[in-house]
C-alpha cells in the first residue's frame, strides 16, 4: 500500500487549510451570511489546494531533494507573510484555522483510506465466500446475460451509422462503440477466414472493400481445449476467429499515439481476446495516449501441427506454425492500418503472458517479423516449451489420424469442425506448440538470441514465483497431475546424471512435509523460471536491453495461486475482471506497475522520482542482471538467482544447456 502521508502530503493540507481559513475570514469581515461564507471557504480552500498539489507534486519539485526542501521553505515564508498580514490588517490569527482546518484537511484522506479498506474487506469477503479455500480451481461466477451479450455477432451496416465512431481502413469502414471515455473497436478481421481450403494454411491478406461493418463485438475464439476453469469455454468459437480489437481514448491529440499490443496466454490451446482479464479499455481511460490492440489467433491442432509425413501433408508445409503466421498477419495489419485509429505504426509494443509472451520472444528472432514491433513485455513466457524439432508435432499429426479413423489430409480436411474439436479435447496432453523448424523461426532459438537476432528490440521479461497453482486452477486436479508428472519426468531425462539426483533428492526432501505432488510442483515452477531466465540472459549476450521482473506476490487465496492472472490485470488496471478470477487487486501496485509500463511503451527511464505516484517513493528499476522485485506489495531491485531455485546446480546447467 502506499503511505497514507508523506511530508508532501502535509504541506499541501497546510496550505488547503490556509486556503479555508483565508475564505471564511475574508467573507465574514465583509459580513456576508454564514452560508455564504462557508461557501466562499470552500471554493478558495479548493483553489488553494489544486495549486499547491500541482506545485509540490510536480516533476520539477519531486526529482530533486533540493527543490522539494526549497518548495517547503517558500511554504512556510507563505505562511508566515499571511500570518503577519491576518494579524496586522484583520486582527485575526490564522494559527487558529489552521489548526482547524489541517483536522479536516488531514481527516478526510484518512476516512477515505478506511472507507477504501471496507470495501476491499467486503470483496474479499464475497470472494471467499464463491470460492471457499480454492481447491476447485476457478469457478466463474458469470451471468447467463454476460454470456449472451459476449456471445453477440457484428453485422454489415446498411444504411446511416454513426460517423464519429467509424474509422475506414484498406479492408472496410468499422464502426465502433463508445465506452466510458473510449471507443472500442472489436472484431476486426486482419486476415481472411481460415475456413473450407484455407483450413491449415497460412493467413491470406484481405481484399480491399469500402463495405461498412460493425465493431461492437468480440469475433468468436479459436476453437480450443476446453478446461474445467477456463472462462473462454463459455464464449461462441469457431475457425473463422482471425480478428482483432482496437482501443482508443476519446481524448484528441494532433500526435500519433504509441501502439500495446497484446498478445493472450493459453497453453497454444486455449484462450482469447474476449477474456476480460484481457480488456483494454482500463488502461487506455488512465492512459489516454496510448492505443491498444489485442487479436486472435489459431490454436491448438488448428495452429500448430506438422503433417509432412501424412499422405498429402506436403500441400500444408506451414501447418506447424500457423499460429505464429496469423500473429505476424495481424502485426502486419496493425502497421498497414492503424494510424487511422490514431496510433504510431512505428511505435509499436507487444505484451504476452505465457504462451503468448513465449510467441513474441519467437518472432523477435524471425525474419518476418522484423520492424513489426520494437519493444516486448513479457511475462511467464518460457521458449523452453516450443519444441526444438518438429517430431513431436508430427506424433500429434499420427495420433490426430488415429483418433478421428482418417488417414490422409483429404479426409481429415472434409472433417466438421466439431469432430476435429472432439480429437483436440481427448490429444490435449500431446502439446501443441511452435516448432522451431529453422524456416520460421531459427532452429536454436537461444542461440539465435545469444548471437544477437533480437538486438533491434528492447525487453522487459517477468516470471511469477506461485504460477503452478493457477495452473492448477485452470486445468483441474487430474489434468494438473498428469502434466506435473509428465513434466518431471521429461526434466530428469533432459538432466540425467548428478542434477536428476540432485532433483530426485529435493523432491524427495519437499514431499516429507507435503506431499509428492507438491514438491513435483515446485520442482517444475523452478524449472520453469530458470528458462525464462535463460531467455533474458541470451537476450542480454545479444546485445538487447533486458530488464526483468520477479513477481512474488502472495495470492489472496492460496490454492489459485498467483502469477499470470494477476500480473495481467494489474498492469491493465482490470480489477473487476481479477475478481473473477478470486483475487482483489492492490490498487496502489497497478498503479505504480501501469505507470512502468507507460515509461516503457515510450521510452523513458524506467524510474519512479518521489510522489509520481502520490505516496510512494523514488525507485530506479536497474536493467539485467538486477530484477525488479514485486512482493508484498513493494518494490525492490536485486539479482534474483537465489530466488529461481532450491536445487544445487540447477541454474547453471540450464544457463548452459
Known amino acids: 500500500m502506499k503511505k497514507l502521508f508523506t511530508v508532501d502530503d502535509i504541506v499541501v493540507a497546510f496550505i488547503s487549510a490556509l486556503g479555508y481559513g483565508f475564505g471564511e475570514t475574508i467573507s465574514k469581515l465583509f459580513g456576508w451570511p454564514e452560508l455564504v461564507c462557508y461557501g466562499v471557504s470552500f471554493v478558495v480552500g479548493l483553489v488553494f489546494s489544486e495549486i499547491i498539489n500541482k506545485i509540490a507534486f510536480s516533476k520539477a519539485v519531486q526529482k530533486k531533494p533540493i527543490n522539494r526542501i526549497l518548495t517547503y521553505v517558500s511554504v512556510f515564508l507563505i505562511f508566515l507573510i499571511a500570518q503577519y498580514i491576518s494579524i496586522r490588517w484583520m486582527g485575526v490569527d490564522m494559527f487558529h484555522y489552521v489548526k482547524d482546518e489541517l483536522l479536516g484537511v488531514i481527516g478526510m484522506p484518512i476516512l477515505g483510506f478506511v472507507v477504501n479498506m ?41 444504411g446511416k451509422y454513426n460517423a464519429d465512431c ?106 482469447g481476446s474476449a477474456d476480460p482479464l484481457l480488456y483494454g479499455a482500463n488502461y487506455v481511460i488512465s492512459h489516454p495516449d496510448v492505443v491498444f490492440v489485442s487479436f486472435n489467433y489459431r490454436l491448438g491442432i488448428f495452429g500448430f501441427i506438422d503433417f509432412s509425413e501424412v499422405p498429402g501433408g506436403d500441400a500444408y508445409p506451414d501447418a506447424l506454425n500457423l499460429g505464429l503466421l496469423d500473429q505476424i498477419a495481424a502485426l502486419k495489419w496493425i502497421k498497414e492500418n492503424i494510424a487511422a485509429f490514431g496510433g504510431d505504426p512505428e511505435k509499436v509494443t507487444v505484451l504476452g503472458f505465457e504462451s503468448g509472451a513465449s ?11 522484423k520492424g513489426l514491433f520494437q519493444k516486448a513485455f513479457l511475462f511467464d513466457g518460457n521458449p523452453a516449451a516450443v519444441y526444438a524439432s518438429p517430431e513431436a508435432s508430427r506424433a500429434l499429426a499420427k495420433n490426430l489420424l488415429r483418433e478421428t ?3 490422409t489430409m483429404r479426409e481429415l480436411s472434409q472433417l466438421d469442425t466439431e469432430v476435429l474439436k472432439d480429437a483436440a479435447q481427448k490429444l490435449w496432453q500431446n502439446m501443441c506448440a511452435p516448432t522451431c523448424d529453422g524456416v520460421l523461426i531459427p532452429a536454436d532459438i537461444y542461440r539465435a538470441a545469444q548471437e544477437g537476432a533480437a538486438s533491434g528490440v528492447k525487453f522487459v521479461i517477468g516470471f511469477p ?47 516429507a512435509s507435503s506431499t509428492e505432488l507438491e514438491a513435483k510442483s515446485k520442482l517444475v515452477e523452478q524449472w520453469n523460471a530458470l528458462g525464462i531466465y535463460r531467455s533474458a540472459v541470451k537476450l542480454s549476450q545479444g546485445g538487447s536491453k533486458v530488464h526483468l521482473l520477479y513477481w512474488d506476490e502472495k495470492p489472496l487465496i ?15 488496471g482490470n480489477d473487476e475482471a481479477l475478481q473473477l478470477y478470486g483475487s482483489v487487486m492492490n490498487a496502489d501496485l497497478s498503479e505504480a506497475l501501469q505507470s512502468l509500463l507507460l515509461k516503457f511503451i515510450n521510452g523513458n527511464a524506467l524510474q519512479l522520482y518521489p510522489n509520481e505516484i502520490k505516496g510512494v517513493d523514488a525507485f530506479d528499476w536497474k536493467a539485467f542482471p538486477k530484477a525488479l522485485i514485486i512482493s508484498d506489495g513493494k518494490f525492490s531491485c536485486e539479482k534474483p538467482e537465489s530466488r529461481l531455485t532450491e536445487v544445487d546446480g540447477l541454474l547453471d546447467f540450464v544457463i548452459q544447456y
Open 405 to 407: 479413423g482418417t488417414s
Open 465 to 511: 514465483s506461485n504460477e503452478a497453482q493457477v495452473f492448477r486452477s485452470v486445468l483441474g486436479d487430474q489434468n494438473y497431475t498428469d502434466l506435473i508428472n509428465g513434466s518431471v519426468a521429461e526434466i530428469k531425462a533432459i538432466t540425467a546424471g548428478s542434477i536428476a539426483d540432485a532433483i530426485q533428492a529435493y523432491i524427495d526432501k519437499e514431499a
Open 359 to 369: 510467441s513474441i520472444y519467437l518472432l523477435s528472432a524471425c525474419e518476418q517479423a
Open 558 to 572: 492460496e490454492n489459485l495461486g498467483s502469477g499470470t492472472v494477476d500480473a495481467a490485470a494489474a498492469l491493465l
Open 118 to 158: 471496507l470495501i476491499r474487506g467486503l470483496r474479499v469477503r464475497k470472494i471467499r465466500k464463491l470460492y471457499g479455500d480454492g481447491s476447485e480451481g476457478y469457478v466463474f461466477d458469470v451471468k447467463g446475460k454476460d454470456l449472451e451479450e459476449l456471445n453477440k455477432q457484428n453485422r454489415a451496416v446498411q
Open 166 to 271: 467509424a474509422v475506414k481502413t484498406r479492408t472496410g469502414t468499422y464502426v465502433g462503440e463508445k465506452y466510458k471515455k473510449t471507443v472500442c473497436y472489436l472484431g476486426i478481421p486482419y486476415a481472411k477466414p481460415p475456413v473450407g481450403e484455407l483450413r491449415w494454411k497460412a493467413p491470406e491478406p484481405l481484399p480491399d472493400s469500402d463495405a461498412v461493418f460493425e465493431a461492437k463485438n468480440f469475433g468468436a475464439s479459436a476453437i480450443q481445449v476446453e478446461h474445467k476453469g477456463s472462462l473462454l469455454k463459455q464464449h461462441r468459437q469457431s475457425e473463422d476467429c482471425l480478428t482483432l480489437n482496437i482501443c482508443v481514448n476519446t481524448q484528441k491529440t494532433k500526435a500519433k499515439r504509441p501502439v500495446l499490443v497484446l498478445f493472450h496466454q493459453g497453453d497454444f490451446s486455449y484462450g
